[in-house]
C-alpha cells in the first residue's frame, strides 16, 4: 500500500513540474519581432510628445498615461 502513495506522489509531482514547463515556455513563446517593437515604441513617444494636444485627457490624465507608458516602454521593450 506505501508503494502506490509513493508512485502517486512521484505522478503527481511529474505532473506539476510538466504543468510548470508548459506555463513558462507558453509565456515565452509570445514573440514580437524587433520591428514591431520599435513601432510600437514610436507610437508611444508619438502619444507622449503629441498626445496633449489632442484635447482627449486632461493635462494630468495625459502625464499618467505618459508615465505609464513609458515604464511599460523600459519594462517590455528592451530594444
Known amino acids: 500500500m ?3 502513495y509513493v508512485i502517486i506522489i512521484i ?3 511529474i505532473i506539476l513540474l510538466l504543468a510548470s ?3 513558462f515556455f507558453s509565456k515565452k513563446s ?3 519581432s524587433d520591428k514591431e517593437k520599435e513601432f510600437i515604441c514610436f507610437v508611444i ?3 507622449i510628445q503629441y498626445g496633449d494636444d ?3 485627457q486632461s493635462k494630468e490624465q ?3 498615461l505618459a508615465e505609464e507608458l513609458e515604464k511599460i516602454k523600459t519594462k517590455h521593450l528592451k530594444l
Open 62 to 64: 495625459h502625464a499618467k
Open 54 to 56: 489632442l484635447g482627449i
Open 30 to 32: 509570445s514573440y514580437i
Open 21 to 23: 514547463a508548459l506555463f
Open 2 to 4: 506505501t508503494i502506490l
Open 45 to 47: 513617444d508619438i502619444f
Open 11 to 13: 505522478l503527481l509531482l
